[in-house]
């Protein structure tokens, strides 16, 4: 069995593969100050949980954002799995070329996706991941890593608003009936969740033409891949937008990683 482990700045998720077969996951808070046996006590407890036997994971894949995490994680691994973890990082195989100014910047989720993205999906694409940063990235029809655009998730924005805005408050972030709001709460809404959406739309609107116009020699239609926390909220929002919400994307992406260095 394979662990794949995506470490993000607001969770941490975690898949078990047996095969290409995605066989339990778990999405967990990211712990910055969690110690190596704190991970490996919780990691069998999970397995144990869907009556998996830890003793049959042999193999460790990690992706990170969070590079505290990352030791704690590689170190856990030796420990609880006896296996010496394969990091996402600058110098391992991903099958895709990176045309960044500097591909060390790009950080190993975005990779990881575009990985899944191309095998599953194909290019020309654009791959939306809805974390604690919104990222855009685009792949050529050849699944060439472009680069893309960071935005500010959000949960952010949101929190940004009910914090500097005294007298504002936390709302549920789900779209209102009407983008015209009668009320506070379904104002806020309106403008957090129907102005993300415009975010979306327009992002993709000219990834969409770049990608047609430079990176698209044969044509073929653009496909839109979205992933991570409100990836179908903002889809069924803005209809004809997103092609595929995919929650399993980067978790594939890891499995496709260490499949191709081993």
Not at 36 to 49: A, K, R, S, V
Not at 231 to 256: H, K, N
């Amino acid at each position: 069995m394979l662990l794949a482990i995506d470490v993000g700045n607001t969770n941490v998720v975690v898949g078990v593969f047996i095969g290409d077969e995605l066989k339990a996951s778990w999405r967990v808070q990211t712990e910055r100050r969690r110690m190596p046996d704190e991970w490996g006590l919780m990691f069998l407890t999970l397995l144990e949980h869907r009556g998996i036997n830890p003793k049959e994971v042999h193999s460790v894949v990690i992706s990170s954002v969070v590079p505290p995490l990352t030791n704690a994680l590689v170190e856990m691994a030796e420990t609880y799995f006896k296996d010496k973890a394969l990091v996402v990082e600058p110098g391992i195989k991903t099958g895709v070329a990176v045309r960044y100014e500097n591909p060390r910047e790009v950080g190993a989720d975005r990779i990881v996706n575009a990985v899944a993205a191309f095998h599953y999906y194909g290019g020309p694409a654009v791959v939306i991941d809805f974390g604690t940063a919104t990222t855009f990235d685009a792949l050529s029809a050849n699944g060439e890593y472009l680069g893309g655009a960071i935005a500010p998730g959000i949960g952010i924005a949101a929190e940004a608003l009910f914090q500097l805005a005294s007298r504002l408050y936390r709302v549920e972030l789900i779209p209102p009936a009407n983008a015209i709001g009668k009320n506070t709460t379904a104002s806020m809404q309106s403008g957090i969740m129907y102005g993300y959406i415009g975010l979306v739309e327009g992002l993709v609107r000219r990834f969409r033409t770049e990608l047609e116009e430079l990176y698209n020699p044969n044509e073929t239609r653009v496909k839109v891949i979205a992933t991570g926390g409100l990836a179908e909220i903002v889809s069924d929002g803005a209809p004809g937008v997103i092609d595929v919400v995919d929650q399993d994307l980067t978790l594939q992406g890891l499995r496709l990683i260490h499949e191709l260095n081993n």
